[in-house]
Every structure is written in C-alpha cells, then in structure tokens.
T-cell receptor, first 115, second 115 residues
Framework: DAGVIQSPRHEVTEMGQEVTLRCKPISGHNSLFWYRQTMMRGLELLIYFNNNVPIDDSGMPEDRFSAKMPNASFSTLKIQPSEPRDSAVYFC?????????????FGDGTRLSIL | AQKVTQAQTEISVVEKEDVTLDCVYETRDTTYYLFWYKQPPSGELVFLIRRNSFDEQNEISGRYSWNFQKSTSSFNFTITASQVVDSAVYFCALSEGGGAQKLVFGQGTRLTINP
C-alpha cells in the first residue's frame, strides 16, 4: 500500500517567492496533519484537518502560512512570501480518526531552503 | 498543557550493548496515548509503538521493549543487543484522548551505535 506522499522532496527558492508543498494522505485516512521540524524548535504541529475541515491551526506561525484540503486525497501548505527563517523540513502525516488515537503515518518530508 | 521531555540529547554506545531511552510526559487528561517514532539518517519518521493510558503492560518486540509507568509518568524504550542499524533519532510523543489527535513530541534522543 502506498504511504503518505509528499512533493517536492527538496525545494530551494529565494526569499519572497511563493512556496507550495503538497501531500497525498493514505487512502481511507480521514485526518491529516502538517508538522515542521527545525533544530531549534524540534517537531511542531502547524495545522490538522479532520474530514477535510481545518480543526486546529494554532501552530501556523503567521499569516504568510496557509493550508488547504480541497478533498480527501490532497492537501497543500503554502508560504507566501517565504523568508529564510521558514527553512525547515515539513512533514505531512495522516491517520484514521477514531476514539482510540491511531498512530499517524508520516511522509518522507519536504526539505525547504529559503535563500 | 501537554509536555514530553527526553532528557538525553545524545547517547553513544558500542554495538551489542543494551541502551535505554527515557521519556517523561505531562498531561492533565486521564485518557491519553504515548508513541515512539524512529527517524533514521534518511530522515523519514517511522512509527514504532502506541500505548494507551489504561494499559500499563510492558511490551516486547524482538530486541525492542517498552516500560510504561503511570506512577512516574514515564514511557521508556530499551534496545537490547544494539546494532549499528539502530542508529537514529528517537522521538517520544503524546496525544490526549477524546478524538483530538495532535501529537506533542519530545526533543528527541540521537542514538549512535558504534561498531
């Protein structure tokens, strides 16, 4: 079975450019999460969706960040305009939401470098 | 508020030694779930185990074992007869019950197994 698929794997762009990260969750999963990993802050949740609806975006650092989930099989995380401090690895994860907190399965991540 | 503490930033041992990674958590919920994830040098996050707050039985899976103690709010991970392939960063994580599934991660422990 295919796991969580993220694209691109690597992105290098200049400050001020728009960046779009993409995620395809595991088929049948109804919860999707975006995390960011940096040396300073570790792994932190940015936003998550249940049944394509954003539930908690309190981790989104500022208005330059936005996320959408137009359908059950696709989500995007957009940064506009990008800044060097946005450089990080961005992970997407998915799970089947139930009353027993099933494990989240992670994609391979997108390594983002803003010059 | 939830918090996970992995006090050991880095551990280095010689192959075949046993090693224990510590994890201490804080939560006000009576229902919660604990997880361990492995991040090998290739960067992906691999799910290892999930435990709920009502199940304090220790678990063994091959060379891996987990010790969950509610009395000390700890969920420690032991690797027996370590191997070079066990070298990775290991993360402990917590999510509270009731359907909310966001994970709060510890800072991770970088484990190096030397031949």
């Amino acid at each position: 079975d295919a796991g969580v698929i993220q694209s691109p794997r690597h992105e290098v762009t200049e400050m001020g450019q728009e960046v779009t990260l993409r995620c395809k969750p595991i088929s049948g999963h109804n919860s999707l999460f975006w995390y960011r990993q940096t040396m300073m802050r570790g792994l932190e949740l940015l936003i998550y969706f249940n049944n394509n609806v954003p539930i908690d975006d309190s981790g989104m650092p500022e208005d330059r960040f936005s996320a959408k989930m137009p359908n059950a099989s696709f989500s995007t995380l957009k940064i506009q305009p990008s800044e060097p401090r946005d450089s990080a690895v961005y992970f997407c994860a998915s799970t089947f939401r139930s009353g027993t907190n099933q494990p989240q399965h992670f994609g391979d991540g997108t390594r983002l470098s803003i010059l | 508020a939830q918090k996970v503490t992995q006090a050991q930033t880095e551990i280095s041992v010689v192959e075949k030694e046993d090693v224990t990674l510590d994890c201490v958590y804080e939560t006000r919920d009576t229902t919660y779930y604990l997880f361990w994830y492995k991040q090998p040098p290739s960067g992906e996050l691999v799910f290892l185990i999930r435990r709920n707050s009502f199940d304090e039985q220790n678990e063994i899976s091959g060379r891996y074992s987990w010790n969950f103690q509610k009395s000390t709010s700890s969920f420690n991970f032991t690797i027996t007869a370590s191997q070079v392939v066990d070298s990775a960063v290991y993360f402990c994580a917590l999510s509270e019950g009731g359907g909310a599934q966001k994970l709060v991660f510890g800072q991770g422990t970088r484990l190096t197994i030397n031949p």
